[in-house]
């Protein structure tokens, strides 16, 4: 049976570094004698479940991790009287409502770990796995990196997630694209499926009536000429020596050099440029000159590689190039052959790889993401394949696997453990039962204490053109180490939760400097619109979209400033300010109501805020509303921007009560209801709150009531709540899982309705 396990191989392991003993690392790992004959039959009964329903719910329901964990219970579960909550007009009474939050949180702390963080499946885009794939295929790992049984079930993922019509998706739930199902059908081949097998036959026969695999997107394009099943020609160009530019402003160049890029932009396209600048290929095989034949409906040697570079099924194309970038990436085609075994390429090449180690290092090679994790491990494997710096990375790739009913999928990170820990310990201290769950609270502040970055990355910082991050907080773990402004601002809040209950948690808190550097981190991030990006100030301007090369993925290249990380660095900000005074309080002031300056000047006609990050219009609206209310600007005066948005709330409630949402929102900018009428759990909760944040329970109570109730009656016996459509989102096309948010959310909307709602 296949068991979780936090910070496994951790202890010795010669490749593996850490900076608190791997605290958050989340694995899986295979123990062929482990379970009973009745754990490995309801363990095979869930995954038949899946498949057979696979086409009606494409999202898993971390059903593993729940089986695993299902005799943890201290308390509970507790019965809850739904009866009367059918009826529209039935407000839930108090003690209905804290039933149902004890029956909730009581099954949740079941799914915490030891080490205080709730682990969960952080997965959904078709396209990360076979990248890793390839990089196993291509150094010579497969064996070695991935076990006979993690191939199995990463052939079970691919089988499960096959669309209908034989194609796959950028994501799970999305129809199928050139760039899913090609390189699905690639990683099924290299895992040892025949080519005449019933899934690949049919995904074959996707791709060749809509013209083949040189149709796919550049990253796609990539990916199949390191595998060597593609050729080079056939890519815009990646020199490297875009690293060699100036990067000064007076340069005026310096606006173009990819460290102003956002940093995931530039981390991709860094190792994307060593690997192109060497034409990294994989030696041929027999099975890759059989997909040579394979993955095109025409002769190799007949296809015209050069027309191919901009060629792109429609299926895919999400953002079109612009005429000035087929100009430019022409231009370099024809120019950057010459530079090839230059002086000029060999000294770009050995600055590409200063910054890939840099990388490496400063995060225990786990990098930022899935993709240029892969991608600098190849670098150093082209390298030199018998380097440590190419075998530190090989025990990294299991902390980006995560294995679920439906099989083994590579996440969008290595986790998303601080920041569901963060929204874990907020929505369990709203509801007025911290006292009965203080062992609970208390592990998640130890959690959270241990993950805030407490020293810089490796100076210079400006060198490798790094913010600061001394008293941040990543997304996931400490040693992965990236600071992102509404991950240290959803940190520090729930650090101040606890605070609040710290007699009742017995909970020691952050000692002040740590608290002072957060906040020091968080004023250098605001930008001089007001508002707040992610990683990184905003380095240079929004025209730079127009080389967007991915074709896939919309406003990538710079680091936007969005409403979401702004009003966690407003609310985190009057957090600190409620409980603490004296450190930089005028520029903390300031940069509040410059912030709200911001957010007013983003909010949509229709009253709503777009969500980068959630799906979609109900996310973002939520935010807005959280950070008019931390200036006390409510929905009472009609006409106001929290009265505005709370009407555009209110008029996508649905006639259960509840809220849905579809991920087409974020790729099309326009509310999506879910079809039929559904509600989903995670957009109810986040709409409860919004409401209840501008208090418009004062206005109408009528719509909120009818939210709770419909919350409640969706709760399953165990105090669960199902798994519903994907509610995460990045990139503005590329939806992702949240596995936890269908508990976090329920609970958090909940415990506010109950304390200023009832």
């Not at 086409?55 to 009866?83: I, M």
């Not at 409630?653 to 989903?680: M, T």
């Not at 994907?726 to 503005?732: E, H, K, P, Q, T």
Request: aromatic fraction near 12%; charge should be negative.
């Amino acid at each position: 049976m296949w068991k979780f396990k936090s910070a496994w191989d951790s202890d010795g392991h010669p490749l593996l570094h850490s900076l608190n003993g791997n605290i958050g690392r989340q694995t899986w790992v295979y123990e062929a004698d482990s379970g009973s004959k009745e754990d490995r039959e309801r363990i095979e009964a869930l995954r038949e479940a899946f498949t057979k329903n696979r086409h009606a719910q494409k999202h898993s329901s971390d059903e593993l991790l729940r089986y695993q964990n299902k005799d943890k219970r201290r308390v509970g579960p507790f019965d809850v009287d739904t009866s009367g909550l059918q009826d529209s007009g039935h407000v839930p009474d108090t003690a209905v409502v804290a039933d149902s939050l004890r029956n909730a949180i009581s099954f949740y702390e079941t799914l915490q770990d030891d080490d205080g963080h709730w682990p969960g499946d952080y997965g959904g885009p078709m396209f990360l796995m076979p990248g890793l794939i390839i990089t196993c295929y291509v150094t010579g790992t497969m064996s070695t990196a991935l076990s006979k049984e993690h191939q199995a079930e990463m052939r079970r993922y691919l089988f499960n997630h096959q669309n209908q019509d034989g194609g796959y998706g950028l994501h799970i739930e999305g129809n199928s694209t050139m760039f899913g199902t090609v390189l699905s059908y690639v990683a099924l081949r290299i895992l040892g499926v025949p080519m005449d097998d019933d899934v690949c036959v049919a995904a074959r026969a996707w791709m060749h009536a809509r013209g083949g695999a040189h149709s796919i997107t550049s990253w796609g394009k990539f990916w199949l000429a390191v595998l060597g099943v593609y050729e080079w020609e056939g890519l815009n160009p990646m020199p490297p020596e875009m690293w060699l530019l100036p990067y000064s402003s007076w340069t005026g160049i310096g606006w173009l050099h990819p460290g102003r890029f956002w940093c995931h932009c530039r981390m991709v396209y860094l190792p994307m440029s060593y690997i192109y600048g060497i034409r990294g290929t994989c030696k041929p095989t027999e099975l890759t000159e059989s997909l040579k034949e394979e993955l095109y409906p025409c002769p190799y040697d007949s296809i015209d590689w050069d027309a191919a570079r901009n060629l792109v099924a429609k299926e895919d194309l999400y953002y079109p190039h612009p005429w000035i970038q087929d100009v430019l990436w022409w231009t370099l085609s024809k120019a950057e052959p010459l530079l090839l075994g230059s002086w000029l390429r060999k000294k770009a090449l050995k600055e590409t790889m200063v910054h890939i180690h840099y990388e490496d290092e400063n995060t225990r090679y786990v990098d930022i993401g899935p993709v240029n994790k892969v991608l600098n491990m190849l670098c150093c494997w082209f390298e030199d394949p018998s380097s440590e710096e190419f075998r530190r990375h090989i025990p990294r790739l299991q902390d980006y696997l995560w294995v679920a009913e439906d099989g083994m999928k590579m996440q969008g990170y290595n986790g998303s453990q601080l920041w569901d820990t963060s929204f874990a310990v907020q929505a369990i201290a709203s509801t007025g039962l911290s006292a009965e769950f203080k062992d609970c609270l208390k592990k998640a502040g130890n959690y959270i204490e241990s993950t805030q970055v407490i020293e810089e990355a490796q100076p210079p910082l400006s060198k490798y053109y790094r913010h600061i991050s001394k008293g941040a907080w990543p997304f996931s773990t400490r040693d992965h180490g990236w600071p992102i402004s509404d991950c240290t601002s959803e940190g520090l809040k729930a650090a101040m939760a606890l605070k609040e209950l710290e007699h009742v948690v017995n909970w020691d808190p952050l000692p002040l400097h740590r608290l002072n550097d957060c906040l020091d981190v968080i004023l250098s991030y605001q930008n001089s619109d007001g508002g707040w990006a992610t990683y990184e100030n905003t380095r240079s301007f929004a025209v730079l979209e127009l080389i967007n090369p991915s074709e896939t993925f919309g406003d990538i290249v710079i680091d936007y400033c969005y409403v979401e990380c702004t009003s966690a660095c407003i609310t985190a900000m009057t957090a600190f300010a409620k409980n603490y005074s004296g450190h930089r309080s005028i520029e903390i002031q300031n940069a509040i109501e410059r912030g709200i300056s911001f957010i007013k000047s983003i909010q949509k006609p229709d009253g709503s805020w777009y969500g980068s990050w959630g799906v979609c219009f109900t996310y973002g609206t939520w935010f807005g509303l959280e950070a008019l209310a931390a200036v006390r600007e409510t929905a009472h005066q009609k006409g106001s921007a929290a009265r505005r948005a709370c009407d555009f709330l209110i008029s996508k409630q649905e006639a259960n009560g509840g809220w849905g949402e579809s991920y087409l929102s974020c790729q099309d900018k326009v509310y999506s209801p879910l079809p039929n009428g559904e509600s989903h759990v995670v957009n109810t909760g986040w709409a409860l709150l919004g409401l209840i944040a501008a208090k418009y329970h004062e206005i109408d109570r009528k719509p909120l009531d009818r939210a709770a109730a419909f919350l409640i009656q969706m709760q399953q016996k165990n105090g669960d709540w199902p798994q519903q459509h994907i509610s995460g989102v990045f990139n503005r096309n590329c939806s992702i899982t949240y596995a936890n948010y269908r508990n976090i959310f329920p609970i958090w909307a909940l415990g506010e309705y109950k304390k200023h709602v009832l």
